[in-house]
């Protein structure tokens, strides 16, 4: 683009962000309605910015757009509020909302993981033999007895009291964290490796349930992932959404370049797989505490795993949909 056509393009935004940034530095009752949509006009500026140094811009007006750059970063970090602030409003509002707005990404890695667990879950139910293709047999055994009805605890190391159950709440953390972090990175192999995670998982998990239920075991397994599932298995999708998300920039990075592709999809997955590490973190309190237990009608937690998954669904369609509500 030539410079002229750039400079009139976006002169009318440099204006109003100049007008924020003067509004910002009186301070006063102005000072808050203008910082409602300034971080993302700075970040605009920014690119704008990089843009006119790699294409080799004038340095007048290179220089025009370093001290709007140099003026809005002081006023990003004297307005930005504090880092538990922060927290706070990306999990009640600004995590919901990126998830409902990477909706396709999020459709494409479920399609991926249910549409393989599902398959295979039936292939194994209606043809058992079949387990073997996607577990090897030493594992099949150890998932049966983690299942056995006759178990004091489920899960791993079912035989543990149950004051070891932090130990497994530590085990869960690092496990299911670092499946979704392979599915996530597998995403820089342009989406190749996110695909064969989510594929991957889908398929095994598939297939041990259907084996499970195959055999009898249904009850105990079903009440035990009923529960944290959830939180784990919607983890492992947004895992897999914000992985597929870098894969697409690198293979479609449209008008950028691909190293600039990546960096802005990356500002957006990295965000994804933050809001996917919380819900693994619940997940594996839930697995640890409540998954596991044996004294606990079977019923009870039917009902209890339904309104978590409920309460999943709600809380990523509604949070963050009011107007005011935290970024």
């Known amino acids: 683009m030539k410079q002229r056509l750039f400079m009139s ?34 970040r605009r500026l920014c690119q704008q910015l ?15 757009l370093q001290q709007l750059a140099q003026r809005g970063h002081q006023q990003l970090y004297r307005h930005r509020s504090p880092l538990t602030g922060r927290l706070l409003g990306f999990v009640l509002g600004g995590f919901a909302r990126l998830v409902r707005k990477e909706w396709r990404y ?22 058992p033999e079949q387990v073997f293709s996607f577990v090897a047999p030493e594992q099949v055994e150890q998932m049966e007895a983690m299942y056995d009805p006759q178990a004091r605890r489920l899960g791993r190391f079912s035989e ?3 004051g070891d159950d932090w130990l497994m709440f530590g085990y869960y953390v690092m496990n299911n964290i670092g499946i979704a972090f392979q599915t996530f990175a597998g995403g820089l192999l342009f989406g190749l490796g996110s695909l064969f995670y989510l594929l991957f998982n889908g398929l095994t ?22 529960g944290h599932g959830a939180f784990e298995l919607t983890a492992i999708t947004l895992a897999g959404a914000a992985g597929l998300k ?7 990075p449209g008008r950028h370049a691909r190293s600039e592709a ?18 693994l973190l619940i997940a594996a309190f839930v697995e640890a505490y409540w998954s596991s237990m044996t004294y606990v009608d079977a019923s009870v937690k039917y009902a209890v795993g339904m309104f978590l998954w409920l309460l999943v669904g709600l809380y990523l369609w509604r949070s963050g949909r009011n107007r005011h509500a935290p970024e």
């Open 106 to 127: 999020l459709l494409a890695a479920s399609l991926l993981f249910y549409g393989s667990l599902l398959g295979s879950g039936l292939l194994v139910y209606f043809v």
């Open 50 to 64: 990089a843009v006119a140094r790699a294409r080799g811009y004038s340095e007048h007006s290179i220089a025009h």
């Open 262 to 279: 990546l960096k802005l999809a990356a500002q957006k997955a990295v965000r994804l797989i933050a809001g996917a590490t919380l819900m």
């Open 246 to 252: 870098l894969g697409s920039a690198l293979i479609a």
């Open 9 to 42: 393009r976006h002169d009318a935004e440099w204006q109003a962000f100049a007008a924020q940034l003067e509004a910002l530095e009186l301070g006063g009752k102005t000072a808050a309605t203008a910082y409602r949509d300034f971080p993302a006009a700075y």
């Open 205 to 226: 998990i598939g297939a041990v349930a259907g084996h499970l239920t195959g055999i009898g075991y249904h009850q105990p397994f079903w009440s035990f992932v009923i």
């Open 160 to 162: 543990r009291g149950a």
